[in-house]
């Protein structure tokens, strides 16, 4: 049944209604009346609480006007889901339920549990199931650690057992970056769903801008494989989880996350004839049912919440009880039997943190026992003597006489640990026959008597090592006299020593004095004298205190006199420095005022030139007026044309007209004479009906279709051509381009590749699906003005001649598609550059606000360039549009295009034009 009527629920579909709401779709009829069967519903009220839902006016507290308002196609296919989930979730809660209701008990104290998680999940299209999924496995895989390692560490650093430390990967920060308060994406993608008008590209853009600088979060560009790289940064995003990085598409995130069933929907299916569909929605109604909630409104419930609310329950459920875990680890990516790949499961093991554990297993101590369990559990079989020891100097005696090797236990605080395994072997030593036991008895006695000799022999040691102490002190004691009378010994020459050191501190200070004076440009001599008695005066005074007992008062009159003729010095030299840097800033200021004298001469040349190029767009405005009108009498010229090959159209099909019927005039004849022929029991003849269907081009010969003229232009320009291409491969295309130097041949293979190109992106253009949203090689302007005008295509060689492989440069305004709705009022506009070699594009780019720019050159990038010549593009006849080569070239090296153009040169990927010649120029 929730089969049937899921597929029911997915056939239904809805259609946009010219009042602003939506319909029933013709052939979703059955699947509605099918429906509306199995939930027990009227079929025209379940259409109704599809395509609208009620509302109730309040005015003043109390209930108004009932009105129904009605849905959007999207609200209606939300509206359906809902339901259909709604209807799926109860059902499946009421199975579940009535499962339970078979088991025998009611409550239990103990229990074994069995539970299998869905694994790691990873596809090339992730969505919202894959990020709750891993969002699961991410809290079981923290559960794990805490379990295994954090806890067991934790108990070994308790009981002090020494065991080197295993460090393993914390995911509490990918966990916090889902599931924290307010910043976390669930709780982000529940406050999206709140607001009036959410939208996946908000929700995502929110994410990123919250956690810009998050170790866990990053943009899909970033990603290692090409098919993510594609993904808008608003489109996705992606998150390092314990196994790995995963890149998730976030279109659909806010619609997945809602389960909501607006209130005309639930009332409907409560009010259910089928007694079974009702019951089963009125427990959950009584219980959901909000007071505040508005007939009609469609409340918001969270999956994501829900499901962490239900992760969370089951971790609360997991950490009361004791955990045994079970690892599963896929051998190979083809499914196949036998068959083993190392590197997989090493990778597999590393990510799940099993290298750790195995780490903490191989130096850990998994079986333990309280020293109190060992000793109930086996003093029954020791005699009275032994049981009366302490638990732990029991259990220490016991090994000790067991001969166990000490590496395979561990004596911790509380408990005895033991290596994997070694528990058994004791306990069976222990178990074993009484013969065996009056053994072990014998082997704890005379443990205990060599242990007790043992604490007799360290005391002994004890003993002498007080007698060195005491010794020792003695030595100590000498010491201390020692170093009070170098005390006594320091104090009477301190102020000798200090006194000293200052002297040497000022010497020093005279080094300094040496570089001002080197400095100096004038009076060099003079400073070099003075600076020569102070250092001799402070040698005296060294030479004084070493030879003579002097107070600290006297040390320091003479050194404050030394200070002081230093200071002197120091004002002296700073002084004349000062004198010397005034004349060097004299000098700057003449130095300036002949920069300033400079500046003014380059700003006059730099007014030249902008006159130049002034006069250069007045002569570029003046050639596009002049080519305007040339383009005028061509029009007319051609509509001329296009006149009398109508009129003599018109004549023909005239005469044509007259041929039909004179042959219409004969059938009828033909017909006449056959019915008379068959009254009078004759037949005509086969000659006779030959003669007659002769007789139809006695008066003229038979019409001929005339082509039209777009066809007839197409014939006489390929009848002109001297090669034909269209057989040729693109690479030949290419190669005949970058090699040939013929120029009609080069011309005409020119034409041939843009020929193809407009074909190409014409046939894409019909081709493509209706809500896709292309990228446009050039703004719509030059796109429609060349459907709107189309060119008569003049021969290559002579559109070569005419052109003269002129550089011409444009820039007009550019808009895409997608970002009109982002700018309604097109503030932010960006700019589409061109540069034409000849009649043909050569470079190309697009810049745009709050974006990186677009560059493209001939040849690399044809696929995405404007495929039109420059006739047909219309931007000669533009104002304003055509700019001078100076602009192009500074925008496009400010843009990085030299070393695009360079990398593209390098790779031969870019067909030779004047800008690949200028550069390979400069290059050499």
Not at 221 to 231: G, M, Q
Request: net charge positive.
């Amino acid at each position: 049944v929730i089969t049937k009527l899921s597929l029911a629920f997915v056939v239904t579909s809805f259609l946009t209604c010219s009042l602003g709401g939506c319909i029933l779709k013709n052939k979703s009829s059955q699947s509605l009346e099918y429906c509306a069967e199995l939930l027990g519903l009227d079929q025209d009220d379940l259409r109704v609480s599809l395509t609208t839902r009620v509302m109730l006016t309040t005015a003043g507290g109390t209930k108004g006007t009932v009105i129904k308002v009605p849905l959007k196609v999207e609200q209606a296919n939300n509206a359906r889901d809902a339901l259909a989930k709604t209807v799926y979730s109860h059902l499946f809660d009421h199975v579940v339920n009535r499962v339970n209701q078979c088991f025998p008990f009611e409550t239990s104290s103990f229990f074994i549990g069995v539970l299998d998680i869905a694994g790691f999940e990873y596809f090339e299209h992730n969505s919202f199931e894959q990020f709750c999924i891993n969002y699961c496995n991410e809290k079981l895989q923290q559960f794990f650690n805490e379990r295994i390692l954090k806890e067991e560490q934790e108990l070994y650093q308790k009981e002090d057992l020494g065991v080197n430390e295993v460090h393993y990967v914390d995911n509490q920060d990918c966990i916090d970056l889902i599931e924290a308060k307010l910043v976390g994406v669930l709780d982000i993608l529940d406050e999206e769903n709140r607001l009036p008008q959410p939208s996946d590209q908000h929700f995502t853009s929110v994410v990123h801008q919250k956690h810009k600088e998050h170790f866990r979060l990053s943009i899909p560009r970033k990603s290692k494989l090409t098919v993510h790289r594609n993904i808008r940064d608003d489109e996705g995003f992606i998150i390092r989880h314990f196994a790995g990085a995963v890149c998730y598409e976030t279109t659909q995130f806010v619609e997945k996350n809602n389960d909501a069933l607006h209130m005309s929907l639930e009332s409907l299916i409560c009010e259910s004839k089928d007694k079974f569909v009702r019951e089963l929605f009125e427990s959950t109604t009584n219980n959901n049912k909000d007071p505040k909630q508005k007939a009609g409104k469609l409340s918001f419930i969270s999956v994501g919440n829900k499901f962490k609310t239900q992760l969370n329950f089951l971790l609360e459920k997991l950490r009361s009880t004791g955990s045994s875990f079970i690892r599963c680890i896929k051998p190979n990516l083809k499914m196949t039997s036998h068959h083993f790949e190392g590197g997989q499961i090493l990778s597999q093991l590393q990510c799940s943190g099993m290298v750790s554990v195995l780490d903490l297993m191989q130096g850990g101590f998994p079986s333990r026992a309280s020293f109190h369990e060992l000793y109930n559990m086996y003093k029954k079989y020791m005699p009275a003597k032994l049981a009366r020891l302490d638990p732990r100097l029991f259990c220490k005696a016991l090994f000790k006489a067991l001969g166990l090797n000490e590496n395979d236990y561990k004596f911790g605080l509380t408990k005895v640990f033991f290596r994997p395994g070694k528990f058994a072997e004791f306990d069976q030593i222990m178990k074993s026959d009484p013969d065996h036991l009056a053994e072990l008895v014998k082997r704890v006695n005379h443990w205990l008597i060599c242990s007790r000799w043992k604490k007799v022999q360290w005391c002994s040691l004890s003993v002498i090592k007080l007698k060195n102490k005491i010794k020792y002190r003695a030595s100590a004691c000498i010491k201390i006299q020692k170093t009070i009378r170098m005390w006594l010994c320091k104090r009477k020459h301190k102020p000798r020593i200090n006194g000293l050191i200052k002297v040497r501190t000022l010497k020093k200070r005279l080094d300094k004095f040496n570089e001002v004076v080197s400095a100096l440009k004038e009076g060099k001599p003079e400073m070099s004298k003075q600076i020569r008695d102070l250092e001799l005066s402070i040698d005296a005074l060294m030479v004084k205190i070493k030879a003579t007992v002097m107070t600290r008062e006297q040390i320091q009159k003479e050194y404050d006199a030394l200070v002081k003729s230093s200071e002197q010095l120091l004002s002296e030299l700073q002084k004349k420095k000062q004198q010397e840097e005034e004349a060097e800033r004299l000098r700057r200021i003449q130095e300036e005022m002949e920069r300033e004298r400079k500046r003014r001469e380059e700003e006059e040349q730099r007014r030249r030139k902008e006159e130049e190029e002034r006069r250069l767009k007045s002569e570029i405005e003046a050639k596009r007026k002049q080519e305007e009108e040339e383009r005028k009498k061509r029009e007319e010229e051609e509509k001329r044309i296009q006149a009398d090959i109508e009129a003599q159209l018109a004549r023909e099909r005239e005469e044509e007209t007259q041929q039909q019927a004179v042959l219409e005039q004969e059938r009828r004849d033909r017909e006449l004479a056959m019915r008379i022929a068959q009254s009078e029991a004759e037949l005509i003849s086969d000659e006779a009906q030959l003669d007659l269907g002769l007789r139809r081009y006695v008066n003229g010969t038979r019409p001929q279709m005339t082509a039209g003229p777009a066809v007839q232009a197409t014939k006489a320009a390929a009848g002109t051509k001297k090669h034909d291409l269209s057989k040729w491969k693109y690479a030949e295309l290419r190669d005949t381009i970058n090699t040939s130097c013929d120029i009609e041949l080069l011309a005409a293979c020119r034409e041939e590749f843009h020929r193809r190109l407009k074909v190409y992106h014409a046939w894409k253009s019909k081709n493509k699906k209706r809500n896709t949203e292309t990228e446009q090689r050039a703004p719509k302007s030059v796109t429609d003005y060349a459907q709107q005008n189309p060119t008569a295509q003049l021969p290559a060689r002579q559109q070569e001649i005419e052109i003269n492989r002129q550089q011409r440069y444009f820039r007009i305004p550019f808009i895409r598609p997608a970002d009109q709705y982002k700018d309604p009022q097109n503030k932010k506009k960006g700019w589409w550059y061109a540069h034409f070699d000849g009649p043909w594009i050569a470079r190309q780019m697009e810049l745009h606000p709050d974006k990186p720019p677009i560059l493209l050159v001939a040849g690399k990038d044809d696929m995405e360039m404007c495929e039109l010549n420059l006739e047909e593009t219309g931007l000669t006849r533009k104002r304003g549009a055509e700019i001078l080569p100076r602009q192009f070239e500074e925008i496009w090296e400010r843009c990085g295009g030299i070393q695009y153009l360079q990398n593209a040169i390098k790779s031969r990927q870019a067909r030779p034009t004047y800008a690949t010649a200028m550069l390979q120029s400069l290059l050499k």
